[in-house]
């Protein structure tokens, strides 16, 4: 008898990722039979006509093509050539072998230097070492790792942001462990409270549950926050107090919008005040931030405050995969080490890229105060990262879901549920993406507008 659904575990019935769920597999069908869908549900900027970087893409080519850089006179400039020969003799083999399995040396050391220079500031002289460096296939894998070594029994659990981005339930899910839920503040522009925090380990200790971490998404997904730095100094004291590691999800520091917000991030921040008994696991990824490389899968973590007994786990873990892929640690390498002022490509680049974040900022302007003009609808600032999350009044007993789903059905627009991501009991939202190209933003408003006026 073939295999049947009944044979396979209750981990993996139970898993759950809402931004590839029934509403997307529903726009699908949709789009096969010749209904146009604007994909709002999942931060994927190439697929909504985001331009792919010409310095990344060309290095990657003369990666991919070495034979290119022999011929005289091709159109790669100077620069390009020089760094795609560098990252071909320190691959040794090129990109088609397999590396060590924590990724590329020269890889791991130029993610190290990057760290080091972003957090070196505030009279903070700051150091990562390369040992403690992964490369992974995006940060999502980086992600499973760490939950991977941290969930040990059924009874642990890890505090997750309640919004939050749906690969940390369905990981957490599918390795055994618990879900303990921390709601963010909406009223406060979804910020951290540490009242809310206390009261999620009381309801974990009460169930018997065993908490090993806390997950923070900084700027937020799905709710565009961007933590202060009082806030993350709560959180690592929290951490501290209750003996946590903190997964530091930091993919989005390149995103930010609001006119004298910053990125921090929790490395600096523990060197800063000096604190070394809380572990740190901290991802970056290649998707988000100007690159919008999603399908490359491309990414590192770096970790701190771990024993090396530990780290040759994490290593352990790491080599099952044997590593991962070689482009992507190309255009990861490419992320840290970009073009410098003085250099051929570097002119095209910083227009390239400040042209991207602007328009991101534009969008992200015009989405909430878009969104805020529809009765029923209200959306907090959208300080960061790639989304709006914004509230629903809806009429009793119709959920978010059947929302979606109509909205869907009715103009075409693709977004998520907010039950797919966690909400407080009695409240309704869903998750957009800023990303539809501009002159597209504003009939995405309007056709939201439209149908919520109506569906009411």
């Given at each position: ?26 726009a699908q069908e949709l789009e ?167 009261d999620a380990m009381r309801r ?253």
């Amino acid at each position: 008898m073939p295999l049947q659904i009944s044979d396979l575990s209750d981990a993996v019935l139970h898993t759950h990722y809402a931004v590839r769920g029934p509403i997307v597999a529903r726009a699908q069908e949709l789009e096969d039979h010749g209904k146009e869908i604007i994909y709002c549900n999942i931060g994927n900027p190439q697929a909504l006509g985001q331009k792919p970087l010409s310095y990344v893409r060309n290095v990657l080519a003369a990666c991919e093509r070495p034979e290119l850089l022999k011929v005289a006179n091709h159109a790669f400039l100077d620069d390009v050539r020089e760094k795609a020969r560098y990252i071909l003799e320190q691959s040794r083999y090129g990109i088609g072998a397999y590396s060590e399995s924590k990724g590329l040396r020269f890889v791991r050391a130029a993610i190290s230097e990057f760290i080091a220079a972003r957090d070196s500031h505030d009279g903070v002289a700051q150091a990562s070492n390369p040992e403690h460096v992964y490369l992974t296939d995006g940060a999502s894998k980086g992600v499973q790792t760490a939950l991977r070594l941290l969930i040990a029994s059924g009874n642990d659990g890890i505090l997750i942001p309640i919004p939050q981005y749906p690969l940390y339930s369905a990981t957490i899910t599918l390795y055994g462990g618990r879900q303990i839920g921390y709601y963010l503040d909406e009223e406060s522009g979804w910020g951290l409270n540490e009242q809310l925090l206390e009261d999620a380990m009381r309801r974990a200790m009460k169930e018997g549950i065993r908490a090993r971490a806390i997950v923070v998404i900084n700027p937020g997904n799905p709710t565009g926050s961007v933590l202060s730095e009082d806030d993350m100094r709560m959180v690592i004291h929290f951490a501290k107090r209750h003996n946590l590691a903190i997964l530091a999800d930091e993919v989005y520091q390149e995103n930010i919008y609001k006119p004298g917000l910053k990125f921090i991030s929790f490395a600096h921040l523990m060197s800063k005040i000096e604190e070394r008994e809380v572990s740190l696991f901290s991802f970056h990824s290649t998707s988000k931030g100007f690159f919008g490389e999603c399908g490359q899968r491309g990414g590192y973590m770096e970790v701190r405050n771990v024993p090396e007994e530990v780290i040759a786990q994490i290593t352990k873990l790491q080599s099952v995969a044997l590593c991962a892929n070689l482009p992507g640690q190309v255009l990861t390498y490419l992320m840290v080490s970009p073009p410098v002022a003085g250099e051929p490509s570097y002119r095209l680049f910083d227009e390239e890229r400040n042209a991207i974040l602007s328009e991101l900022g534009k969008r992200a302007k015009m989405m909430e105060e878009g969104l805020n003009r529809i009765p029923g609808i209200h959306c907090q600032p959208i300080d960061g990262a790639m989304y709006a999350y914004p509230s629903l009044s809806l009429p009793a007993g119709r959920t978010d879901e059947e929302y979606c789903m109509t909205l869907l059905e009715a103009t075409g627009v693709c977004v998520v549920p907010g039950s797919g991501f966690g909400q407080k009991p009695g409240t309704a939202h869903f998750r957009t993406t800023i990303l539809p190209p501009t002159s597209q933003i504003e009939h995405v408003i309007d056709a939201i507008a439209a149908f919520h006026l109506q569906w009411r």
